[in-house]
């Protein structure tokens, strides 16, 4: 196998796990309700750790605004050591823990001191049977999401999609299940086209720092995709809120510094006004959204997420074009995307020392 054919592999094929996460929802969609049901309208705390507390950040939110409940995003690891800064005393809220392996040791460890001040834990994973499963009393698993590649691609794509449809579950929102039913076959189109545009970006050399801009849940995206970039091409990378990009990080700006915009539909206006700040500083562009017309003059690069779908179903059409830059940059720089330096698959401690569980 040649380097990066793993990640190329996992990125391209990433509709089964979409389709997979789908399926695990809607063949337990009895027991989720009945957990839904019994944790009532209780707060929620979506955790991981790593790629999966992004992925928490995109959740938390995206949860939130479908459902109405109270929902918020914490590292597994200050749940575990630092609780009292998170939860006041004999709070125990409702826990979604999510864990491509089930088996990250913060996770597991955060997903049981909760159980045992009184939470109900629900995990979202690719894998069963694993200690994060037996931690919690329900487990979504999405078998087709599992990975050989050390970087989170179509995992991470999976379990995004599974929050949604839990989310639909919750809200009884039958409409948003039929919109993520449409989602798979998508896929193959937007990779294809996603492909070359995130290629001329990602071998671009005289590009030296990237910022990926998002907001409300897109933010969350935009961390994950810091952290593709970082792992698999060791390229300095940052994310931040849109209208926060403006406050003190934008002295950062000239023309080696490229800012990926996730383009929203609610926020268009004030985000469109973040871009042309940039530009007129020397930024270069990559806009990504769905039907971004007008910007051409602005950007230097668009990609349209060209659906029909609404703004809430769109979310992991983004993925394939930020996993693809970080892929392509990865090869451009002699680097092996499917073995990051210094990543492992899954993080399992022994006492406060990590374990290299290869």
């Given at each position: 196998?040649?380097?990066?054919?793993?990640s190329r592999?996992?990125?391209?094929?990433?509709?089964a796990s979409?389709?997979?996460a789908?399926d695990a929802v809607?063949s337990?969609?009895e027991?989720?309700?009945?957990?839904?049901?019994?944790n009532?309208?209780?707060?929620?705390?979506?955790?991981g750790?790593?790629?999966t507390h992004y992925l928490?950040?995109f959740a938390?939110p995206?949860f939130?605004a479908?459902?109405g409940?109270?929902?918020?995003?914490?590292?597994?690891?200050e749940l575990?050591?630092q609780t009292?800064?998170l939860?006041?005393?004999?709070y125990?809220?409702?826990?979604?823990?999510?864990?491509r392996?089930?088996e990250?040791?913060?996770t597991?460890?955060?997903?049981k001191?909760?159980?045992?001040r009184?939470?109900?834990a629900?995990a979202?994973?690719?894998y069963n049977?694993?200690?994060?499963?037996?931690?919690?009393?329900?487990?979504?698993a999405?078998?087709?999401g599992?990975?050989?590649?050390f970087?989170?691609?179509r995992?991470f794509?999976?379990?995004?999609?599974a929050?949604q449809?839990?989310?639909?579950?919750?809200?009884?929102?039958v409409?948003l299940?039929?919109?993520?039913?449409l989602?798979p076959?998508?896929?193959?189109?937007?990779?294809?086209?996603?492909?070359?545009?995130a290629?001329?970006?990602?071998e671009?050399?005289?590009?030296?720092?990237i910022?990926?801009l998002?907001?409300?849940?897109l933010?969350?995206l935009?961390?994950?995709a810091?952290?593709?970039?970082?792992?698999?091409?060791?390229?300095q990378?940052?994310?931040?809120?849109?209208?926060?990009?403006?406050h003190?990080?934008m002295?950062?700006?000239?023309?080696?510094h490229?800012?990926v915009?996730?383009?929203?539909?609610e926020?268009r206006p004030?985000?469109?006004s973040?871009?042309r700040?940039?530009?007129a500083l020397?930024a270069r562009?990559l806009?990504i959204?769905?039907?971004?017309?007008?910007l051409?003059?602005?950007?230097?690069g668009?990609?349209d997420?060209?659906?029909?779908?609404?703004?809430?179903?769109?979310p992991v059409?983004?993925l394939?074009m930020?996993q693809?830059?970080?892929?392509h940059?990865?090869?451009?720089?002699?680097l092996?995307p499917d073995?990051?330096?210094n990543?492992?698959?899954?993080?399992?401690?022994?006492g406060?020392?990590?374990?290299?569980?290869?």
């Amino acid at each position: 196998m040649t380097e990066g054919s793993f990640s190329r592999k996992e990125i391209v094929t990433q509709a089964a796990s979409w389709q997979g996460a789908l399926d695990a929802v809607e063949s337990h969609r009895e027991v989720l309700e009945r957990w839904l049901e019994v944790n009532g309208r209780q707060e929620l705390i979506f955790t991981g750790c790593g790629s999966t507390h992004y992925l928490a950040l995109f959740a938390a939110p995206f949860f939130q605004a479908i459902t109405g409940w109270s929902c918020r995003a914490a590292p597994s690891s200050e749940l575990v050591w630092q609780t009292d800064t998170l939860l006041a005393r004999g709070y125990a809220p409702g826990i979604i823990a999510l864990s491509r392996s089930g088996e990250t040791s913060e996770t597991v460890l955060a997903v049981k001191k909760l159980v045992e001040r009184g939470s109900r834990a629900l995990a979202i994973s690719c894998y069963n049977n694993m200690p994060l499963s037996a931690a919690a009393q329900r487990t979504i698993a999405i078998p087709e999401g599992r990975e050989q590649s050390f970087a989170q691609t179509r995992s991470f794509a999976g379990m995004l999609v599974a929050v949604q449809g839990l989310a639909s579950v919750a809200a009884h929102d039958v409409t948003l299940w039929n919109e993520l039913c449409l989602l798979p076959e998508l896929a193959e189109g937007v990779i294809a086209r996603a492909d070359p545009v995130a290629r001329s970006f990602g071998e671009d050399e005289s590009i030296r720092r990237i910022t990926f801009l998002g907001s409300g849940p897109l933010y969350g995206l935009a961390n994950e995709a810091t952290v593709k970039m970082k792992e698999m091409s060791l390229t300095q990378a940052e994310a931040y809120h849109f209208m926060e990009f403006r406050h003190g990080p934008m002295s950062m700006v000239d023309d080696e510094h490229l800012v990926v915009a996730l383009l929203s539909e609610e926020m268009r206006p004030y985000e469109v006004s973040v871009l042309r700040d940039l530009k007129a500083l020397g930024a270069r562009i990559l806009v990504i959204g769905n039907d971004p017309a007008g910007l051409g003059s602005l950007a230097d690069g668009i990609f349209d997420l060209e659906t029909t779908l609404p703004e809430r179903a769109q979310p992991v059409l983004y993925l394939p074009m930020l996993q693809l830059m970080a892929y392509h940059r990865s090869l451009a720089k002699g680097l092996n995307p499917d073995r990051p330096r210094n990543v492992v698959m899954s993080i399992v401690l022994s006492g406060a020392d990590m374990v290299d569980d290869e």
